[in-house]
């Protein structure tokens, strides 16, 4: 389609497009610039002489209707071998020597790090990826204003140096700030009065969106895990579909679970799809912990509870609960423990956290922006772990300790 039909039909769902903002983001392929002279390939045509080479591609590009397949179809390429390798990872691989060729991005800042050969495209197979902007029709015309000043004024070549600059996030900043002035589109006084954000006020920030996560999901876990729990440790049919259930639910690999959530209408992409995701994880530990640890009473504390004229509520709640405490804590502590971990893909779907800056680091391989996320993450997985031990002295009776 084109701008204008494009245009027509965003305009229906109150979306407006900018006009592109120069640069062309699409599909390159590359290899090292040694060893594709020393093989004499210029061109995608040329690597169809060399069915030796090993190729490393995006899991994404490898599906896509535009991506891997058709493209060898088009040239009329095999390799000797084919692995599935996030972006993050590629160039590195590449640089290693582990493989030969792989797919990019024409504006990835790796291109000049590494020295890279961009394959020429001599059949014309990749579209073109224009970058521009989406925006609500309602958005204040002072900001949209400001916002086409960059329609068509960054080049292919302008963004790869920025990207080869931009290594780290507290970089960011400064070298937007470089371009807009270098252009002309603001002053050294307007970028002066820019707000700066520290990385340390960054990873506070993070951590407590992910504390937020972490905190909710618990708390409706155990509320539900643990009555569920209780039902769990009767006999019968119901309790069979419980622990079914639940055991089922972990089985989902976490990715697979935020796509099912994601559809349904009253969650969609937001914070509480993901406490949604990450309490259906918490439940089996608690669930399986508080129905194990009920049915572990001995017979002789049963009857000695029954022999004393104790209601079935007050059996369950003065002597099995307390008794079962310690298991039932047990599997609080370690549903709490992996939640900790698991509450990192929440910024899969912008629902924040210490995942962001995991996701942002592994995108670009950086292991400073990957460690932002994972030291603070670690952390509090081992003070989680401290506090249930302190939990246990004042949850757990001091005979059963």
């Keep these: 389609?084109?701008?204008?039909?494009?245009?027509?039909?965003?305009?229906?769902?109150?979306?407006?497009?900018?006009?592109?903002?120069?640069?062309?983001?699409?599909?390159?392929?590359?290899?090292?610039?040694?060893?594709?002279?020393?093989?004499?390939?210029?061109?995608?045509?040329?690597?169809?002489?060399?069915?030796?080479?090993?190729?490393?591609?995006?899991?994404?590009?490898?599906?896509?209707?535009?991506?891997?397949?058709?493209?060898?179809?088009?040239?009329?390429?095999?390799f000797r071998k084919v692995v599935s390798m996030a972006h993050g990872f590629v160039y590195q691989a590449l640089n290693l020597g582990r493989i030969d060729v792989t797919d990019g991005y024409g504006t990835d800042g790796e291109i000049i790090d590494y020295k890279l050969r961009?394959?020429?495209d001599d059949r014309t197979y990749f579209p073109a990826y224009y970058a521009v902007f989406l925006f609500r029709l309602?958005?204040?015309?002072?900001?949209?204003?400001?916002?086409?000043?960059?329609?068509?004024?960054?080049?292919?070549?302008?963004?790869r140096q920025m990207n080869v600059q931009a290594r780290k996030p507290d970089q960011y900043e400064a070298v937007a700030e470089q371009f807009?002035?270098?252009?002309?589109?603001?002053?050294?006084?307007?970028?002066?009065?820019?707000?700066?954000?520290?990385?340390a006020r960054k990873i506070a920030g993070y951590t407590l969106e992910h504390l937020k996560l972490v905190t909710i999901s618990m708390i409706l876990a155990v509320l539900i895990g643990i009555p569920l729990g209780i039902l769990s440790s009767k006999p019968g049919w119901l309790s069979t579909i419980i622990l079914g259930t639940v055991g089922t639910i972990q089985t989902i690999p976490s990715l697979a679970l935020l796509a099912l959530l994601v559809p349904i209408s009253f969650l969609g992409i937001s914070?509480?799809?993901?406490?949604?995701?990450?309490?259906?994880?918490?439940?089996?530990?608690?669930?399986?912990?508080?129905?194990?640890?009920?049915q572990n009473?001995?017979?002789?504390?049963?009857?000695?509870?029954?022999?004393?004229?104790?209601?079935?509520?007050?059996?369950?709640?003065?002597?099995?609960?307390?008794?079962?405490?310690?298991?039932?804590?047990?599997g609080v502590k370690v549903s709490s423990v992996i939640n900790v971990g698991t509450a990192a893909l929440a910024a899969l779907i912008g629902a924040g956290g210490l995942g962001e800056p995991m996701l942002d680091g592994l995108s670009r391989n950086d292991a400073s922006t990957i460690l932002q996320g994972a030291i603070p993450a670690a952390v509090l997985a081992i003070l989680v772990q401290v506090a249930f031990d302190g939990l246990d002295r004042v949850i757990i009776p001091k005979g059963v300790r």
């Design 1 to 78: 389609p084109t701008m204008a039909e494009m245009r027509a039909e965003c305009a229906k769902l109150g979306i407006g497009i900018s006009d592109p903002l120069g640069y062309n983001n699409g599909y390159v392929l590359v290899m090292r610039e040694d060893e594709a002279r020393k093989l004499g390939i210029v061109t995608i045509s040329d690597l169809a002489k060399h069915p030796e080479l090993t190729a490393g591609i995006d899991p994404e590009y490898l599906g896509r209707q535009d991506g891997w397949r058709p493209l060898t179809q088009t040239y009329g390429l095999q």
């Design 118 to 120: 961009v394959l020429k």
């Design 138 to 159: 309602d958005t204040p015309e002072k900001a949209l204003d400001a916002m086409r000043k960059l329609e068509g004024r960054i080049s292919d070549e302008e963004m």
């Design 180 to 199: 807009l002035e270098k252009s002309g589109l603001i002053t050294p006084a307007a970028a002066r009065s820019i707000p700066q954000t520290s990385v």
């Design 271 to 294: 914070m509480w799809t993901a406490i949604v995701a990450l309490f259906l994880y918490s439940l089996l530990p608690i669930v399986r912990n508080t129905a194990t640890g009920i």
């Design 297 to 330: 009473i001995p017979a002789p504390i049963r009857e000695s509870a029954a022999a004393l004229g104790l209601e079935p509520r007050a059996r369950l709640f003065k002597v099995y609960m307390p008794m079962a405490s310690r298991t039932i804590l047990a």
